[in-house]
């Protein structure tokens, strides 16, 4: 069974630094694209980068600067680097990828569970 999970939320200080992991388990054949949304208490679940299977990334306007998405595919992670976080960062990060899980290599989305972070002082 196909498995992703997110770690390295927390709580962390306006200004400060956290890492998220996204770890998938599992037969995998080929991961496609990787993104990390988040969503905050009341609000829409947002996209906030995305990697490409040819390791090309995107971010949306309001964390671009501030947030870097890498993957390392021999170790099936993909990482969300945030720095100089603010409060209004705070939310649950989600990842979400697109895997090929069997021998048809049909493309399937993924998501983990979520893990939360909160910025505050």
């Known amino acids: 069974q196909v498995q992703l999970v997110e770690s390295g939320g927390g709580l962390v200080q306006p200004g400060g630094s956290l890492r998220l992991s996204c770890v998938a388990s599992?037969?995998?054949?080929?991961?496609?694209?990787v993104n990390w949304y988040r969503q905050a208490p009341g609000k829409q679940r947002e996209l906030v980068a995305v990697v490409d299977s040819a390791g090309g990334t995107d971010y949306a306007a309001f964390v671009k600067g501030r947030f870097a998405i890498s993957r390392d595919d021999a170790k099936k992670t993909v990482y969300l680097q945030m720095n100089s976080l603010k409060p209004e960062d705070t939310a649950v990060y989600y990842c979400?990828?697109?895997?090929?899980?069997?021998?048809?290599?049909?493309?399937?989305?993924?998501w983990g569970q979520g893990t939360q972070v909160t910025v505050s002082s």
């Open positions: 599992g037969t995998i054949f080929s991961i496609d694209t």
């Open positions: 979400n990828a697109f895997l090929a899980t069997d021998h048809t290599l049909r493309i399937r989305d993924y």
